[in-house]
């Protein structure tokens, strides 16, 4: 073979291997963006899907809580508090919780119960304050300046500790103490007017139970008059220390192991069992919360409690006098004596030669006596 088509022919091996070469990479580089532009298509498509399947979801989400809200709105009568909580975090977007009172500052159970509702609803701006005077009585929250200074903070929800243990060690009667507390609601209410105000029983204290005043009262006679008296009115009230003594009792467990040492406060495991009962007040116990925030309708008019308290009125204590028999006093009679005349009797004389006068015999009566005398001379 000629050199010339040797040559020739490897030129055309060359051509042929490059033009294969060639074909592959351009189907590879094809393949390549077809691959591309198929991902590109699928992410596109996924994206639509997602962002459909989220409107769906939030129409649905949307479709429900409107639902709610009109149904809390046609029974608000008769409704929870977390759903007062959502219905007020809806129309202003946050909502400021107060606890008042006999309260300690940051109590353990009222936070762990009001995290756990703000982790299982709706409530991200939902803030949490204290206004804690555990040592005070009831008349001294009425001439203190506590009321307005909670009313700064513009609080929503108030939880109101009732005093009922400081006013038992300060010796007020039952009707004292429960006016005072109904004063203080309605101060606060007027004050706070689209407040809902919950009042709230205090924790159990096993040092106190049966630590009689001079009236024979402990702080739990106090704490039973204020809730009698509260099935009379709407006031929203949460009656926790008989809760958490009946959940004792169902436990088949003493107070001693809820308390601390000095048997006044609660310890680790009486906060914790306490904010249980507190938080599932909050998800289910139904009361009227008209008395708070109103969007929809016409707000219900407000009556001061504490001066429509019917006062019980103290039996009267019949008391039966001893008459005795008075000595009547009859003044002595006094007869008149009667004077009687004495009476003269006149013997005549006899002669004689022996004279004997004789001197007449005298007869004197009076109231005295008789008298008779008689004298003789030879």
Same mark, same amino acid.
């Given at each position: 073979?000629?050199?010339?088509?040797?040559?020739?022919?490897?030129?055309?091996?060359?051509?042929?291997?490059?033009?294969?070469?060639?074909?592959?990479?351009?189907?590879? +580089?094809?393949?390549?963006?077809?691959?591309n532009e198929g991902e590109k298509q699928t992410e596109t498509v996924s994206a639509l899907a997602s962002s459909q399947a989220s409107t769906v979801a939030e129409n649905d989400t949307s479709e429900a809580y409107a639902q709610f809200l009109a149904a809390f709105a046609e029974n608000r009568s008769n409704a929870s508090v977390v759903d007062y909580l959502q219905y007020?975090?809806?129309?202003?977007?946050?909502?400021?919780?107060?606890?008042?009172?006999?309260?300690?500052?940051?109590?353990?159970?009222?936070?762990?119960?009001?995290?756990?509702?703000?982790?299982?609803?709706?409530?991200?701006?939902? /803030?949490?304050?204290?206004?804690?005077?555990?040592?005070?009585?009831?008349?001294?929250?009425?001439?203190?300046?506590?009321?307005?200074?909670?009313?700064?903070?513009?609080?929503?929800?108030?939880?109101?500790?009732?005093?009922?243990?400081?006013?038992?060690?300060?010796?007020?009667?039952?009707?004292?103490? %429960? &006016? *005072?507390?109904?004063?203080?609601?309605?101060?606060?209410?007027?004050?706070?007017?689209?407040?809902?105000?919950?009042?709230?029983?205090?924790?159990?204290?096993?040092?106190?139970?049966?630590?009689? *005043?001079?009236?024979?009262?402990?702080?739990? *006679?106090? /704490?039973?008059?204020?809730? &009698? @008296?509260?099935?009379?009115?709407?006031?929203?009230?949460?009656?926790?220390?008989?809760?958490?003594?009946?959940?004792?009792? !169902?436990?088949?467990?003493?107070? /001693?192991?809820?308390?601390?040492?000095?048997?006044?406060?609660? !310890?680790?495991? +009486?906060?914790?069992?306490?904010?249980?009962?507190?938080? *599932?007040?909050?998800?289910?116990?139904?009361?009227?919360?008209?008395?708070?925030?109103?969007?929809?309708?016409?707000?219900?008019?407000?009556?001061?409690?504490?001066?429509?308290?019917?006062?019980?009125?103290?039996?009267?204590?019949?008391?039966?006098?001893?008459?005795? &028999?008075?000595?009547?006093?009859? @003044?002595?009679?006094? &007869?008149?004596?009667?004077?009687?005349?004495?009476?003269?009797?006149?013997?005549?004389?006899?002669?004689?030669? %022996?004279?004997?006068?004789?001197?007449?015999?005298?007869?004197?009566?009076?109231?005295?006596?008789t008298a008779v005398g008689e004298y003789t001379t030879e």
């Open positions: 073979m000629k050199k010339r088509e040797i040559l020739l022919v490897s030129i055309m091996g060359i051509l042929t291997i490059a033009i294969v070469l060639f074909g592959y990479k351009y189907a590879a +580089g094809k393949k390549e963006a077809l691959l007020v975090h809806h129309h202003t977007k946050e909502v400021n919780v107060a606890f008042f009172g006999d309260v300690a500052a940051d109590a353990a159970w009222a936070k762990s119960a009001i995290a756990g509702i703000q982790a299982d609803f709706p409530l991200e701006n939902l /803030t949490t304050s204290f206004f804690s005077h555990p040592s005070d009585s009831s008349s001294v929250y009425l001439s203190s300046q506590y009321v307005q200074e909670m009313v700064a903070s513009s609080p929503d929800v108030i939880f109101y500790t009732i005093s009922t243990k400081t006013d038992q060690v300060v010796d007020f009667s039952l009707v004292d103490s %429960t &006016e *005072n507390i109904y004063a203080i609601y309605d101060e606060i209410r007027a004050a706070l007017p689209d407040a809902l105000i919950v009042l709230v029983t205090p924790p159990p204290a096993e040092a106190k139970l049966a630590d009689w *005043n001079s009236r024979a009262l402990d702080y739990r *006679n106090y /704490t039973n008059n204020l809730v &009698e @008296e509260n099935a009379a009115f709407t006031v929203p009230l949460y009656d926790l220390h008989a809760d958490f003594l009946a959940e004792l009792t !169902n436990r088949s467990e003493t107070l /001693t192991n809820f308390m601390d040492a000095a048997g006044l406060e609660l !310890n680790e495991a +009486g906060q914790k069992l306490y904010g249980e009962m507190f938080a *599932n007040s909050l998800r289910t116990k139904m009361i009227d919360t008209t008395a708070g925030l109103y969007v929809e309708g016409e707000k219900p008019a407000h009556t001061p409690i504490a001066p429509t308290l019917v006062v019980p009125e103290v039996p009267a204590t019949v008391i039966e006098e001893t008459v005795s &028999e008075e000595t009547m006093y009859e @003044e002595p009679v006094y &007869e008149e004596s009667t004077y009687v005349a004495p009476t003269y009797e006149y013997v005549a004389p006899v002669t004689d030669t %022996t004279v004997t006068p004789t001197v007449p015999s005298v007869d004197i009566t009076s109231d005295q006596g």
